[in-house]
């Protein structure tokens, strides 16, 4: 299946959807892929996976359902993210169902980061989604600043904000990157990782869902390796 055919099925995805979910950095990676030319020699390239994960949170943001979600992105994955990929067709559809049924089940938002989008995917103003995610900030800026308020008023809010979210997902954590040391040793795939810790309850250091993206980034720190 060529790009002109997974965008025509994409779209026709998209005939009942209410609303105009079709955005420019959207259109871009579905006719593009991810562009190399906007990325300099030192600067660090987004994953298969976090593309596929990206476009899973628009696919159900959008009203999709998982299965429809399947229908285009499994085939996009093996057609045009296969370039910056060394997995074979099968591992990738494999992966690609995996990271779909993920986004799925956890509750990811879709972010699309705006012109400082990860992938520099386009962006316009004009998008339908832009202001919205400038409202979503906004909301969570004035969400700080209430809580800040209320530190002076509950003292187990006062708990939290000094610091001691890190401290109550410490043992949990370690015990998280213990996890994630004995599937590395034995191969286990990063996306069946991440499902095996969320499905275990195991959180990341701030009490949060695991990602692929928090998951990359630790691996990076070395951490996780060195954790007895």
């Given amino acids: 299946m060529n790009n002109n055919l997974i965008r025509e099925n994409l779209t026709k995805l ?32 987004p994953s298969r996976q976090e593309i596929t994960q990206y476009l899973a949170a628009w696919c159900k943001d959008a009203g999709l359902t998982d299965e429809e979600c399947q229908g285009w992105l499994i085939e996009y994955c ?50 339908p989604v832009y202001s919205e995610i400038k409202n979503k900030t906004a909301e969570k800026t004035d969400q700080v600043h209430d809580i800040g308020c209320a530190v002076e008023k509950t003292r187990e809010i006062t708990e939290i904000c000094h610091g001691s979210v890190k401290e109550k997902f410490e043992d949990q954590f370690k015990e998280a990157l213990r996890f994630i040391r004995s599937q590395i040793e034995i191969g286990t795939k990063k996306p069946k990782i991440i499902n095996q810790l969320n499905e275990r309850g195991l959180k990341t250091k701030t009490g949060r869902l695991w990602t692929y993206s928090t998951l990359h980034r630790e691996l990076n720190t070395g951490e996780w390796n060195s954790t007895s």
């Fill in 14 to 45: 998209l005939s009942n959807a209410k609303g105009d979910f079709f955005y420019p950095c959207i259109q871009d990676l579905v006719d593009n892929g991810l562009d190399l030319t906007r990325f300099t020699l030192t600067e660090p390239l």
């Fill in 78 to 127: 093996v057609n045009t993210l296969s370039v910056i990929s060394k997995t074979s067709a099968s591992g990738i559809r494999h992966s690609t169902k995996s990271n779909i049924k993920y986004i799925y089940r956890a509750n990811v938002q879709f972010l699309c980061g705006r012109k400082s989008n990860q992938f520099k995917a386009q962006c316009r103003k004009s998008c």
